[in-house]
């Protein structure tokens, strides 16, 4: 069975950091291109990073440009999201999505999510 | 940067056809899919490459997409398509609508 599952979540203070994984398994990890996608409470989803499937190419929402750092170790058919200098509009579910073979950035395959609370 | 425009909210009639607009600039030169999440679970693709559906969808989801507009059309909609519903493109990097909450009443 094809699966992303997350962790990592958690409650921290603005500021703090927290590091976010997912584990793929099912498929060929390393063939696959990945995201990490958010979602405020309440609100819609909003993408957040991208990598490359040998993760040489990288690239991040203005939201989160030089907070957060997106990896993978392919070796390990994971993804993570080291997320630093968090603040408060950063509480969300934090997906993580691969991205199919169909193009156009469209993602077939999503986790559960991990949950990201900041506040003092 | 690029902007997809949904309508908050849908509603339609058990059985009837539904229909959720995605309104971008010439969103037609490019490819749209379509994603549902119902409340407390992932997002699910539901509609990729303006019309195509992945293996599991029911026949009942279509789409298209011409103009500044893409479509996801329901038919004959079932109370289980009640949904939050995502429009998505690609711009340098991905770009989502704001969301389309349909209710079935």
């Known amino acids: 069975e094809v699966q992303l599952v997350e962790s990592g979540g958690g409650l921290v203070q603005p500021g703090g950091s927290l590091r976010l994984s997912c584990a793929a398994s099912?498929?060929?990890?390393?063939?696959?291109?990945m995201n990490w996608v958010r979602q405020a409470p309440g609100k819609g989803l909003e993408w957040v990073s991208y990598?490359?499937?040998?993760?040489?190419?990288?690239d991040y929402a203005d939201s989160v440009k030089g907070r957060f750092t997106i990896s993978r170790d392919n070796a390990k058919n994971s993804l993570y999201l080291q997320m630093n200098s968090l603040r408060a509009e950063d509480t969300a579910v934090h997906y993580c999505?691969?991205?199919?073979?169909?193009?156009?950035?469209?993602?077939?395959?999503w986790g559960q999510g991990t949950t990201v609370t900041v506040s003092s | 940067s690029y902007e997809l425009t949904q309508p908050p909210s849908v509603s339609v009639s058990p059985g009837q056809t539904a229909s959720i607009t995605c309104s971008g600039d010439?969103?037609?030169?490019?490819?749209a899919c379509w994603y549902q999440q119902k409340p407390g679970q992932s997002p699910v693709l539901v509609i990729y490459?303006?019309?195509k559906r992945p293996s599991g969808i029911p026949e009942r989801f279509s789409g298209s997409n011409s103009g500044n507009t893409a479509t996801l059309t329901i038919s004959g909609t079932q109370a289980m398509d009640e949904a939050d519903y995502y429009c998505?493109?690609?711009?340098?990097?991905?770009?989502f609508g704001g969301g389309t909450k349909l209710t079935v009443l």
């Open positions: 999505a691969r991205m199919g073979l169909y193009g156009s950035g469209t993602m077939d395959v």
């Open positions: 099912g498929f060929t990890f390393s063939n696959y291109e």
């Open positions: 010439k969103l037609g030169d490019k490819y």
């Open positions: 990598i490359s499937s040998s993760g040489s190419s990288i």
């Open positions: 490459q303006d019309s």
């Open positions: 998505q493109a690609w711009d340098n990097n991905v770009v």
